[in-house]
């Protein structure tokens, strides 16, 4: 009994130690950067107006862009300013030169008035971080 129980704890323990060294995400390095030609992301829109909605509703849009740089382009994160802006994905595999890409967000309104979020985005890119705001006018009900 005792030998299943060390034969068990083994295994897990092996497995554990292999599934840490398996990972499906990229991470940007300074390695991915080519410092010659970075790739260059170009959004269509860095802001999008919704001009005037009411309080409570969602506001959804989706950025696009396009990788104008001469090499692959990987986005590493993209993150919200604040809870209230929900991410619904971004390209996982890199971006291809000349490839384009769309970032959806959804932006629930909880509060009145003149409002600017903003998403960050870190991709290899010079510089790595870029920027997308939502912004408009929340009207009370």
Known sequence: MKKNIFIYIFLIVCCSCVSDKISNSTEITADLIAPENPPVIKFEESTFNFDT?????KVEYTFVFVNEGKTPLLINSV???CGCTVLKGWPKTPVEPGGKGEIPVVLNTKRTGYIKKYISILANTRPAT????????????
């Open 130 to 141: 870029n920027k997308l705001y939502l912004e408009g006018f929340v009207a009370g009900i």
């Open 53 to 57: 909605v009411a309080l409570g509703s």
């Open 79 to 81: 993150k919200a300013g």
